[in-house]
């Protein structure tokens, strides 16, 4: 079974910055992509980021694209999400997966297993 845990979520005013950490405990992280996800309140889970097992592709949600990047660092399995120019409308429970395979995007079904996720929250 294969653990994902997150770390890193908080409450930030407008405009602050959070870096969100996810280390994974699959052996073979190196060949999957990873992802993040986010469910704001009230509303359905949606796509964030994902990046390739060799981080060489990295597509974004338009709303986030220009204010996050998703790194990894495949020596620490673990997957960051460095979140600037913080919104409001960012404040979700952020999920960290990882993919079935070396390339993923938004669709969740490309995700085979799930961290039980980090509450960030942006005061206005």
């Known amino acids: 079974q294969v653990q994902l845990v997150e770390s890193g979520g908080g409450l930030v005013q407008a405009g602050g910055s959070l870096r969100l950490s996810c280390v994974a405990s699959?052996?073979?992280?190196?060949?999957?992509?990873m992802g993040w996800f986010r469910q704001p309140p009230g509303k359905e889970r949606e796509f964030v980021a994902a990046?390739?097992?060799?981080?060489?592709?990295?597509p974004y949600a338009g709303s986030v694209k220009g204010r996050f990047t998703i790194s990894r660092d495949n020596a620490k399995n673990t997957v960051y999400l460095q979140m600037n120019s913080l919104k409001p409308e960012d404040t979700a429970v952020y999920y960290c997966?990882?993919?079935?395979?070396?390339?993923?995007?938004?669709?969740?079904?490309?995700?085979?297993?799930w961290g039980q996720g980090t509450q960030v929250t942006v005061s206005s």
């Open positions: 699959e052996r073979t992280f190196s060949s999957r992509a």
């Open positions: 997966a990882c993919a079935r395979s070396y390339y993923a995007g938004a669709d969740p079904q490309g995700y085979t297993y």
């Open positions: 990046i390739s097992y060799d981080g060489n592709s990295t």
